[in-house]
């Protein structure tokens, strides 16, 4: 499979896609393991850390942006929009997350995309979200 920073510009400590498992025309699966060593745990919470739901959407728009890397154009995925998103668990350190995107439309520089987390099966996020592929600023 190819390497995720090879085809999306984030990087560690804001890269939250450790590899791609899966890979079709219009789907992906990949992974990311919550070490619990992350920086944001120091204060979310002390005591009791939970993976930021802000965070899990960012993994899943990584996974989206793999995704886009295999389309015609070059630029970069900008999220546009963000909708139903349903958070359904917590996410732990130790967890590992198992995020699916479809790219379910495209039109122009517009994909339209489903995503969703599990963990343990058990799905934990779901939503839907556009992204625009604009030139690099």
């Known amino acids: 499979?190819?390497?995720?920073?090879?085809?999306?510009?984030?990087?560690?400590?804001?890269?939250?896609?450790?590899?791609?498992?899966?890979?079709?025309?219009?789907?992906?699966?990949?992974?990311?393991?919550v070490t619990g060593n992350e920086d944001f745990f120091k204060g979310?919470?002390?005591?009791?850390?939970i993976m930021p739901g802000v965070l899990l959407q960012e993994a899943i728009f990584q996974t989206g942006a793999c995704l886009m890397a295999s389309k015609e154009g070059d630029g970069l995925g900008v999220v546009t929009r963000v909708q139903s998103a349903k958070f359904k668990g917590m996410v732990k350190p130790g967890d590992l997350l198992e995020m699916s995107v479809e790219l379910t439309d495209n039109a122009a520089n517009a994909f339209y995309f489903k995503g969703r987390t599990k963990v343990n099966d058990k799905l934990v996020l779901g939503l839907d979200f556009a992204c625009a592929l604009v030139k690099e600023i």
């Open 1 to 33: 499979m190819e390497n995720v920073e090879d085809l999306i510009p984030q990087r560690k400590p804001f890269l939250f896609v450790d590899k791609i498992v899966d890979r079709g025309e219009n789907t992906i699966q990949t992974v990311y393991k």
């Open 44 to 49: 979310h919470f002390p005591g009791n850390p």
